[in-house]
């Protein structure tokens, strides 16, 4: 195996095949110490992301290089345990005939082929709960379409490659369409919200589409005694807290504030704990009204902040009077303001943490005019009555530090260095998935230009490079699987930086590496 650097709080082992990933990922989670927060395993890959102060990277990859990847389970045709999970499915998708045909044999037979294969779910991706299923009894390679749809019904069956899966919500695909199914595949507020979850055994049942009936969603509470009432969002304003560590392997990003630094000062503010929910605002705009008296701090972006008519000051505590309006204008420089409130914002929990994660539809919808704002039980503080927090506007040129990526070496000299001596402008396309960078094309070796990379573990901060050649760094609600080569990854820090970039902004991206 091949231990890859990957940024400055994981590690990225590669393999030759995807039983041995399997094996793998069993015997690290077998010997799992004290200090790793994900083991995400994808197509050749095995992703250890960890936390560097309880586990150094030096730690971890004597960990790794000790493992017995040979002794533990492996291959996904051994014999299933007693019990599978079962899932119901209507064999009527409209690729089916297509499929059989491209494949030389008929929808009966392919049909019959994915109902006896015993399946087992080798990693999770692409969306919460899409589970990529394999099985040793399963010998065929089903292309993909060649053009992906827009938008593939939630509950479909598919195939590509050597997986089949089936799709938890409506999103867009590529995959070959066979069936439906209305198995719970994810329920963001159940329980147990993802029932495909890796090494999981599962057996497809055909039934007759009246036999297919989909389950009740879940209801989300309403704020039944709202603290605040949003008058305005501005362009965007949502949820956001500490994020959801840990749960990269069912296919749940961190998400979270992008700005944590802000996040982190605004609770210490008002006296909540650190990772306490509160309000992301974006290039400002925002307005509401309390309906009782309330402590609150604003940091992050740079603007105006009204309370009651009256101007106060960022990184401050404020009271916010019952009645009275808090605005907060637009931002004059960054991006994100975080609004805390003493006690947190409450909101209902999914994998334990209320933030929004806008790619995958998970937490509370952006807020909206008319939207209650309920506080939670996060003070563990007093209210500081003088807390003077050094603070300057964010800077218009942005100097972001970036350690190693997995696959730098996919790109020429010329352009790692030119990825490091670059001023690079960020592009229109910039939210909290992902920033596109403009400047030169990155090229890559000719052996990288030549071949596919398998899709593998993704962590907030990559620096994707696709055909193009122009860097996207993914953001908090970026994909948790990609195949596009990192050439580096942002560091926590740089992370926060970035969070205030603007469209046009520049950025200088230094080597956070250390020289070998």
């Known amino acids: 195996m091949v231990i890859r650097p990957f940024g400055d709080s994981a590690l990225l082992v590669e393999v030759d095949t995807l039983a041995e990933v399997l094996g793998l990922h069993a015997a690290l989670v077998a010997s799992r110490p004290r200090g790793v927060r994900d083991l995400v395993p994808a197509a050749r890959t095995v992703l250890i992301h960890v936390d560097p102060a309880a586990l150094p990277l030096a730690a971890a990859r004597r960990w790794i290089e000790g493992v017995d990847a040979a002794g533990a389970p492996a291959a996904p045709g051994e014999p299933a345990p007693a019990e599978e999970i079962e899932i119901p499915v209507v064999y009527d998708g409209p690729d089916l005939d297509e499929t059989a045909t491209l494949l030389g044999i008929g929808a009966g037979e392919l049909v019959a082929r994915h109902l006896a294969a015993r399946w087992t779910v080798a990693f999770t991706g692409f969306a919460p709960g899409f589970g990529y299923l394999v099985s040793a009894d399963w010998r065929i390679e089903v292309p993909r379409r060649a053009t992906p749809r827009a938008r593939v019904p939630q509950g479909s069956v598919a195939l590509a490659g050597e997986f089949t899966g089936a799709y938890p919500r409506e999103t867009p695909g590529g995959w070959q369409l066979i069936g439906a199914t209305a198995a719970p595949l994810f329920d963001p507020l159940a329980d147990t919200p993802v029932l495909l979850r890796p090494g999981a055994r599962v057996r497809f049942r055909r039934v007759a589409a009246a036999a297919l009936t989909a389950g009740a969603a879940s209801a989300v509470p309403r704020v039944e005694r709202p603290a605040a009432v949003v008058q305005d969002p501005g362009p965007f304003a949502t949820v956001q807290d500490a994020g959801r560590p840990g749960a990269l392997v069912d296919g749940v990003a961190r998400s979270g504030a992008a700005d944590r630094p802000a996040l982190a000062a605004a609770n210490r503010l008002v006296g909540n704990v650190p990772g306490a929910a509160a309000i992301e605002v974006t290039l400002g705009g925002f307005r509401a009204t309390a309906t009782r008296d309330l402590w609150i ?101 942005i100097d972001v530090p970036v350690a190693a990526g997995p696959r730098a070496d996919c790109f020429t000299p010329a352009a790692r260095r030119a990825f490091l001596e670059t001023t690079w402008v960020v592009g229109a396309r910039a939210d909290r998935v992902g920033i596109r960078l403009d400047g030169p094309p990155l090229a890559r070796t000719a052996d990288a230009a030549s071949r596919e990379l398998a899709s593998e573990g993704m962590l907030p901060g990559a620096v994707q490079v696709p055909p193009d050649g122009l860097p996207v760094v993914l953001g908090p609600d970026g994909p948790v699987t990609g195949g596009y080569p990192v050439i580096g990854v942002v560091t926590a820090a740089g992370r926060a930086a970035l969070a205030q970039a603007r469209p046009g902004s520049h950025l200088r991206l230094r080597s956070a590496s250390p020289r070998r």
């Open 297 to 397: 701090a604003v940091t992050g972006a740079w603007g105006s902040v009204h309370v009651a008519g009256r101007e106060v000051d960022p990184y401050r505590p404020v009271l916010w009077p019952a009645g009275t309006d808090l605005s907060i204008g637009t931002f004059r420089a960054g991006v994100r303001a975080l609004l805390a409130i003493r006690g947190g914002v409450a909101g209902h929990p999914v994998f334990g943490s209320v933030a929004t994660d806008t790619l995958a539809g998970l937490g509370p919808a952006p807020l909206r005019a008319g939207d209650g704002i309920a506080t939670a039980d996060a003070a563990r503080h007093p209210v500081p009555p003088v807390d003077l927090w050094p603070w300057t506007p964010p800077p218009t040129v």
